[in-house]
């Protein structure tokens, strides 16, 4: 997994889906926030953690209709031209991409064409470097700002989690 959050120890949503996701056997989480927090990637551990990878999974809280900043740096920066595609470089070929996030806001303000504008990265990612798209998970509502929107909040994460973890073993 790799997780894009700034502020992940305030975070109710992706702190319970990466946690459901690390007790996972043979899971993985790169929190790119915490190992890199001046943004300066330590490239091969990155590439050689998505070479030892069969499911790559972008966990992420979305960021006005996109990835936080450290996300998008980490791919311009990560998946480079002799890596990842390129003349016999495809070295994630065959890799399966899920992408999963959360959205403050409700399930009216996103309907499917704008959260496949907002998936369309990953999509073009994945063709580009001839891996395997298998879908985008979302849970909008992802909120805590009363007491009766934070248990919702914690609900609709296990429930998020559940369905990733299904999702990973098709």
């Not at 109710?12 to 300066?40: C, M, T, V």
């Not at 980490?74 to 003349?87: C, E, N, R, T």
């Amino acid at each position: 997994m790799i997780l894009a959050h700034p502020k992940i120890e305030e975070s109710i949503g992706n702190k319970i889906i990466s946690n459901n996701f690390a007790s996972l056997a043979n899971s993985e989480i790169r929190h790119l926030d915490q190992l890199y927090p001046d943004f300066k990637f330590n490239i091969e551990a990155e590439q050689e953690a998505l070479l030892n990878a069969d499911t790559i999974i972008f966990q992420y809280p979305l960021f006005w209709y996109s990835t936080p900043a450290i996300l998008k740096h980490w791919i311009d920066q990560v998946i480079q031209y002799g890596f990842a595609f390129g003349k016999d470089s495809y070295n994630l070929e065959g890799k399966k991409i899920i992408v999963s996030f959360t959205i403050g806001s409700p399930v009216k303000d996103y309907p499917q064409e704008v959260i496949q504008k907002i998936t369309f990265l990953f999509q073009g990612l994945a063709s580009y470097c001839k891996m395997d798209y298998v879908g985008e998970i979302f849970c909008n509502d992802i909120n805590g700002y009363s007491a009766g929107a934070k248990e919702n909040a914690v609900k609709l994460a296990n429930e998020h989690s559940e369905k990733l973890l299904t999702m990973i073993n098709k």
